[in-house]
């Protein structure tokens, strides 16, 4: 069956949005917001697949570039403003909406065009404008500058509206929820799909083909929330495989692990899941050694999550949880868990942070609020949050093992560390790859609910390889 829509009123969840953004705007301000613009391939004509940019998105749910939008706290109403196209335009993209439908497809105020924008603000008396300015904490990326014709004209702050919008994406509404479980549904369903049709002698990007296959056929997923890791083997020890460099071509082979990393997204919101699983349908004991450390660290976080609890003590639990699985099967020697962790030596084999905000971007905004700063460390610099979970927030947890030769080897030729570490037994699995397990928690009031719905245990997952079906709904 084909379900191409989650049960959702978007008009209103953005309607709903819109008011609560206008109720922590400065009284009596009028906000101006500009949509994403189409993007080309280098000095071509040929137009990239178009996605709207995420805090324009979180407004207006609108799906055309080019577009403006106008917030007014006072009156608490909103203005689209639209391209003025002409025949040209209707020739080659079909007919254009009329401001009436715009008004009605996107459920606003009130719709003009863009180059009457300058002229709608001075006829309302605006003298100041808000705007969105400053850099996302997450990628380090500026806020391209508001520009419009005869912006000149008012006074600009751009003091206040980034962090009004990005506490606000922080805690989701329950439309928005229902949304992202829909993407989420969506997004496991294709990994089982994935899992049963897994096997030797397949390429990476064949698995890669199947969930975007299933994700846009069944779901109406146009599009993926990120690039596909799909790393098999000694791949899946490369953190984000699947680049331009390394894209998913890799032959499948009989007794290594397949580590994906997919996600579709729907409405602009994202999924993000990941599953790790043998080739061949069956782990091998010393596949489900490691695979079971990862799954105990992701339950151990699971279980803990809920509002009040810091991010930072959830990816330190994660770590210890692998430490001190690592000390159990030998691979570390000749200490306790708390000496490794005081050395650093489970994040030999995590060097990375467990896991992210996540919506209307893969990382999402917020991880960073005013008064918390990066974290110092070795793994704790890694983190893309540091703050404490709130009820509504939606956060991956996706904690992993990896063998990589660029850690391990300078780690095994370190005098400081090299007594702790097993050097027969890790050079043994220097070619394994790796595990990651990825699921996506909203956090409610009480704790957690697991958004994502894969076969997690080796003996479910061993099931639903050799063809049984996986109750994902």
């Known amino acids: 069956m084909v379900a191409t829509s989650p049960d959702v009123d978007l008009v209103a969840m953005h309607a709903e949005i819109r008011a609560a953004v206008m109720g922590r705007m400065p009284p009596g301000s009028t906000a101006v917001f500009r949509g994403g613009a189409a993007a080309f391939r280098h000095d071509t004509d040929h137009e990239h697949l178009f996605r709207q940019e995420s805090h324009f998105h979180y407004l207006f749910g609108v799906n055309e570039p080019g577009l403006y939008g106008v917030l007014h706290e006072s009156t608490r109403t909103a203005t689209l403003l639209v391209p003025r196209h002409g025949v040209e335009y209707e020739i080659w993209c079909g007919k254009l909406p009329s401001q009436s439908m715009y008004k009605e497809r996107y459920g606003v105020d009130k719709v003009m065009f863009v180059d009457e924008l300058s002229a709608y603000l001075s006829d309302l008396g605006v003298k100041k404008i808000q705007v969105l300015q400053g850099v996302n904490s997450d990628s380090g990326t500026a806020i391209s500058p508001m520009a419009f014709d005869g912006i000149e004209r008012f006074e600009v702050d751009g003091s206040v509206l980034l962090e009004i919008l990005t506490e606000a994406r922080l805690i989701k509404t329950a439309k928005e929820l229902a949304v992202m479980q829909y993407v989420n549904d969506i997004s496991s369903k294709a990994h089982v799909h994935v899992m049963q049709n897994c096997r030797p002698g397949l390429h990476e990007f064949q698995l890669e083909a199947m969930f975007v296959h299933f994700t846009e056929f069944y779901g109406g997923c146009r599009y993926q929330s990120y690039t596909c890791i799909c790393g098999s083997g000694p791949n899946g020890a490369v953190l984000h495989y699947g680049h331009a460099g390394a894209p998913n071509d890799a032959p499948v082979k009989d007794g290594g692990m397949c580590l994906l990393d997919m996600g579709a997204e729907w409405h602009c919101y994202a999924s993000d899941i990941t599953c790790s699983f043998p080739a061949n349908g069956k782990f091998s004991p010393e596949q489900r050694v490691i695979y079971e450390i990862v799954l105990e660290a992701q339950r151990a976080v699971e279980s803990v999550a809920r509002p009040g609890v810091e991010w930072a003590d959830m990816h330190s639990l994660a770590l210890r949880?692998?430490?001190?699985?690592?000390?159990?099967?030998?691979?570390?020697?000749?200490?306790?868990?708390?000496?490794?962790?005081?050395?650093?030596?489970?994040?030999?084999?995590?060097?990375?942070?467990?896991?992210?905000?996540?919506?209307?971007?893969?990382?999402?905004?917020?991880?960073?609020?005013?008064?918390?700063?990066?974290?110092?460390?070795?793994?704790?610099?890694?983190?893309?949050?540091?703050?404490?979970?709130?009820?509504?927030?939606?956060?991956?947890?996706?904690?992993?093992?990896?063998?990589?030769?660029?850690?391990?080897?300078?780690?095994?030729?370190?005098?400081?560390?090299?007594?702790?570490?097993?050097?027969?037994?890790?050079?043994?699995?220097?070619?394994?790859?790796?595990?990651?397990?990825?699921?996506?928690?909203?956090?409610?009031?009480?704790?957690?609910?697991?958004?994502?719905?894969?076969?997690?245990?080796?003996?479910?997952?061993?099931?639903?390889?050799?063809?049984?079906?996986?109750?994902?709904?």
Request: charged share 20%; glycine share 10%; proline share 7%.
């Open 321 to 473: 949880v692998i430490g001190t699985g690592l000390l159990r099967h030998r691979f570390l020697v000749n200490a306790t868990v708390d000496e490794a962790m005081a050395l650093h030596l489970p994040d030999l084999f995590m060097p990375h942070g467990l896991g992210h905000l996540m919506g209307l971007d893969t990382h999402d905004v917020g991880g960073y609020p005013r008064g918390r700063t990066r974290l110092t460390g070795p793994s704790l610099s890694r983190l893309r949050m540091n703050r404490p979970l709130q009820a509504g927030m939606v956060v991956t947890n996706e904690p992993g093992l990896y063998f990589i030769e660029a850690l391990l080897l300078p780690a095994l030729n370190d005098p400081k560390l090299s007594t702790f570490l097993n050097r027969d037994k890790i050079m043994d699995h220097l070619t394994f790859g790796g595990i990651r397990l990825e699921d996506d928690l909203v956090i409610t009031e009480n704790g957690c609910r697991n958004l994502t719905r894969v076969p997690r245990s080796v003996e479910d997952i061993e099931r639903v390889m050799a063809g049984a079906d996986f109750p994902c709904i």
